[in-house]
């Protein structure tokens, strides 16, 4: 079994930055990629950001490169999601997710694990 515990959302201003943290316990994660999934109310959720377990080499959606940064701290097992230069669209629920070689994959359906969420809200 897997658990991903996510932290770090809460009520910013529009530029304002915020680090998201995900933990992961109950597996061995050298062999898992892990990534980021948001979903605004009403919409679909989607593929924000992910990084390749074993060599760190990430991948991010096109509305926050340059913006957004993933790393992990593998002795502590932990995913960070670090955001900077926070728009209103990014408001949404913020999920880590975890699934060996998806890296690549922004379909969520494929992820097999997933925190509870955080929530990230960035007023104007």
């Known amino acids: 079994q897997v658990q991903l515990v996510e932290s770090g959302g809460g009520l910013v201003q529009a530029g304002d930055s915020l680090r998201l943290s995900c933990a992961a316990s109950?597996?061995?994660?050298?062999?898992?990629?892990m990534g980021w999934f948001r979903q605004a109310p009403g919409k679909e959720r989607e593929f924000v950001a992910a990084?390749?377990?074993?060599?760190?080499?990430?991948y991010y959606a096109d509305s926050v490169k340059g913006r957004f940064t993933i790393s992990r701290d593998n002795a502590k097992n932990t995913v960070y999601l670090q955001m900077n230069s926070l728009k209103p669209e990014d408001t949404a629920v913020y999920y880590c997710?975890?699934?060996?070689?998806?890296?690549?994959?922004?379909?969520?359906?494929?992820?097999?694990?997933w925190g509870q969420g955080t929530q990230v809200t960035v007023s104007s």
């Open positions: 997710a975890a699934e060996p070689g998806a890296v690549r994959t922004t379909t969520p359906r494929v992820w097999r694990y």
């Open positions: 109950g597996r061995t994660f050298t062999s898992y990629d």
């Open positions: 990084i390749r377990w074993s060599s760190g080499s990430p």
